[in-house]
């Protein structure tokens, strides 16, 4: 049997990761090691992680961010994979058993995501044995992100060997490394609703400055690397998709007015549409642009909430 070491940083998260460990317990397929990286938490965390005893692995730190966290937990892996698991999220109880069954038939698939469910829900949803396997190109990776971080599961061979999270990427390590990975293995996504997230205010989705931070020093780095390889109008494509993501992002933190300057930049890097897989409808850009300007004078209501179906996946 497949050993699966689950990781789970938190941060000022006792509210949320009793649900978190909770559910990594209840896995139909068992893990072979449960990791909590308290990442300098000055709230109860440490006092709600004491019933679980020895059934988790706890370290402590001070603060050094979601990067800094998962290395920790890295380092002390034991898995021949690794799921990683936010501390405000939680797993289907099949989540685990369901992703290693695609991976031990389809060897060539490094690391493996799933759809999402909103959570807190009455129930789990209904999930099947057969779902269907997407596989994502590196070209369609460096133009925006296709996974969650609480639905990965990877070879840890693999994570290890490209030296982890880059901790000078702020906000979105997660997606710098989904990229380096897509760079020398398939990735791909499970079209199965196994990963409960929860939408909580504050959160990295929530903050556009840091956001656009992490993903220019992402860009930065493709450049670096010449990642394009001449192809100039992918490199526009991502910066695009970088102004309209954060776009969506300041509509929905209130800043309707920086919204619509960025949309009108998402356009002028890349003035052709996007396909809908990349933006979740067509026509997304010239609509969201009228929308938005309709919400700067108060003419629409303000964003929805940033819940787990949201087509912006940053």
Not at 52 to 67: E, L
Not at 240 to 252: G, K, V
């Amino acid at each position: 049997m497949e050993a699966v070491t689950i990781i789970i940083p938190t941060y000022n998260s006792g509210r949320f990761v009793t649900d978190a460990i909770e559910s990594a317990l209840r896995q139909t397929h068992a893990p072979a090691q449960i990791i909590v990286v308290n990442d300098g938490s000055t709230d109860d965390t440490n006092e709600r992680l004491i019933p679980f005893g020895d059934r988790i692995t706890v370290i402590n730190q001070s603060n050094q961010g979601a990067a800094a966290a998962r290395n920790a937990g890295l380092r002390i892996a034991t898995g021949e994979f690794v799921a990683f698991l936010d501390a405000d999220d939680v797993f289907h109880p099949r989540k685990l058993e369901l992703q290693l069954a695609v991976l031990r038939r389809r060897l060539e698939i490094q690391m493996l995501g799933t759809r999402c469910f909103d959570y807190p829900c009455q129930t789990v949803p209904e999930v099947s044995i057969d779902a269907r396997v997407e596989e994502v190109a590196l070209d369609r990776l460096l133009v925006r992100n296709y996974f969650t971080a609480s639905s990965i599961i990877v070879r840890r061979e693999i994570v290890e060997r490209l030296g982890g999270f880059d901790a000078t990427v702020p906000n979105v390590e997660d997606f710098d490394l989904w990229q380096r990975i897509a760079q020398v293995g398939a990735v791909a996504n499970l079209d199965s609703p196994l990963t409960g997230y929860r939408a909580v205010a504050g959160s990295i989705s929530r903050r556009p400055d840091g956001v656009e931070r992490g993903i220019r020093r992402i860009l930065c780095k493709l450049d670096e690397q010449n990642a394009w390889r001449g192809r100039n109008w992918l490199r526009r494509k991502a910066f695009s998709h970088l102004h309209y993501s954060i776009a969506y992002l300041h509509s929905a933190a209130g800043r309707q007015g920086v919204a619509l300057w960025e949309m009108l930049q998402s356009i002028a890097w890349y003035p052709f549409p996007y396909q809908r897989h990349e933006v979740g409808a067509a026509l997304a850009r010239p609509r969201r642009t009228m929308v938005l300007s309709l919400r700067l004078f108060g003419l629409k209501r303000p964003e929805a909430p940033l819940l787990a179906g949201n087509p912006v996946e940053i």
